[in-house]
């Protein structure tokens, strides 16, 4: 079976610190890993993915996020947080036997305060 | 979420009445989705599309059906809705290439189910 988990319902950073928002996923085979962002009363959007390659991914917004395959972990991070990024993650994982079904955690909310 | 439409955006309706939600995609994409948003739950998949009229279940599929009779067009049904059905819910898109998995979303459209 394939899942994400998303530890942590809610993070609060102060605008200008770093963010980080955690993953961990469970799939046979090598993972293709997937970030989200929901600002109120929309769609999803989406950020980055890690296919194959390097580590560390950059994404749209200034994120990054760094698979870890040792650890089974695709956190989001950046570097300096923003008010405007306040809003809800969703971290998904591809099908291990099925390519085009995803699989997605139950989401993250980040507060950015001031 | 340009590119795809979903209608109607809001509705609500009585229990036991039929309702179809549409999604529309001026993208030409190969894969079709919907999802259900719930809190604590995140994103559920109800049923996909991997061309026309070709449909398969997701997690939650009970009480849902789909039709896909044209690649732009995926039609979302529920026979008889339940207050169970009550929900956002998301369509999404996806080429399905292997460089391009990710998956765009819908505005979404809110279903209270009296």
């Known amino acids: 079976a394939q899942s994400v988990a998303q530890p942590e319902d809610q993070v609060n950073v102060a605008e200008g610190n770093p963010l980080t928002v955690k993953c961990t996923y469970s799939?046979?085979?090598?993972?293709?890993l997937f970030w989200y962002v929901q600002y109120p009363n929309r769609g999803l959007q989406f950020l980055l993915k890690?296919?194959?390659?390097?580590?560390l991914v950059k994404g749209s917004y200034g994120f990054e996020a760094e698979f870890n395959k040792s650890q089974t972990s695709f956190h989001l991070k950046k570097p300096s947080a923003l008010v405007s990024d306040s809003a809800l993650y969703f971290c998904?994982?591809?099908?291990?036997?099925?390519?085009?079904?995803?699989?997605f955690g139950s989401g993250t909310k980040l507060n950015v305060k001031p | 979420d340009a590119g795809i439409t979903q209608s109607p955006r809001h509705k609500v309706t009585e229990t036991g009445t039929p309702v179809t939600l549409r999604c529309h995609q001026t993208?030409?994409?190969?894969?079709m989705y919907w999802y259900r948003q719930d809190p604590g739950h995140g994103l559920r998949l109800i049923h996909y599309s991997y061309g026309v009229k070709d449909t398969d279940k997701g997690e939650v599929s009970d009480g849902y059906s789909v039709s896909r009779s044209k690649t732009e067009d995926f039609l979302l049904t529920l026979e008889s809705a339940t207050s169970s059905q009550t929900s956002v819910y998301f369509c999404?898109?996806?080429?399905?290439?292997?460089?391009?998995?990710?998956?765009?979303f819908g505005p979404g459209t809110r279903l209270t189910v009296t």
């Open positions: 890690y296919i194959t390659g390097d580590n």
């Open positions: 999404a898109i996806s080429s399905g290439t292997e460089s391009s998995y990710e998956q765009y």
């Open positions: 993208e030409n994409h190969r894969y």
């Open positions: 799939v046979s085979g090598n993972p293709y």
């Open positions: 998904a994982v591809r099908g291990a036997y099925n390519f085009n079904k995803f699989y």
